[in-house]
């Protein structure tokens, strides 16, 4: 098969780096107080791997959603906090193309929140999630596809030290695309 032969089409290698803007929140319940982090979120994402077939694209897939002083909640007291709030999510992605050019991804993954500040950081547990993504993409080359995507992520992560509770996250961010095929 030619070059010409592969144009505009989702065949060989895969490359997706994507860059968006969300919503986040995650919450946490222990002894009857309920906590709660939240904020507007920058995301980042960056899938590579190949085609199984054409438009069908297996990948390894990490991806973050990141909040800078997020509003928090809990035990009779709420602000912002100064600081950083990321989730981090890796793992394989399943993309799957119409023949137009939309597309649905689905990434299971493992997933790890952490919090930073002036005063120090601290992380959960490696837990579960899963980032999932409906988008649609206009060729802008031979091979390379100019996109926009929604993308809807979750995690459950136990949070550090004995007797944790479980963080519930969740993400909804919207995202520019650059695929190359």
Known sequence: MGLSDTRHRHLGGFIRP??????????????????????????????????????????????????????????????????????????????????????FSISPSLTRMSASSGSGSSATKWGLGLRAALGKEWWAGDHWGLGVAGHLSMSLNEDSGSNAPIWTTWAFTVAFSATYN
Do not use: C
């Open 18 to 103: 994507d860059l968006g803007i969300g919503y986040l929140t995650t919450s946490a319940s222990q002894g009857g107080v309920d906590a709660n982090l939240r904020g507007l979120a920058g995301t980042f994402g960056i899938a590579a791997g190949g085609a199984l077939s054409e438009d069908i694209i297996l990948a390894f897939h990490v991806w973050d959603a990141v909040v800078s002083d997020p509003t928090y909640s809990g035990g009779g007291s709420s602000g912002t906090a100064s600081g950083t709030l990321a989730l981090l999510g890796l793992g394989p992605e399943y993309t799957m193309y119409s023949k137009q050019n939309y597309y």
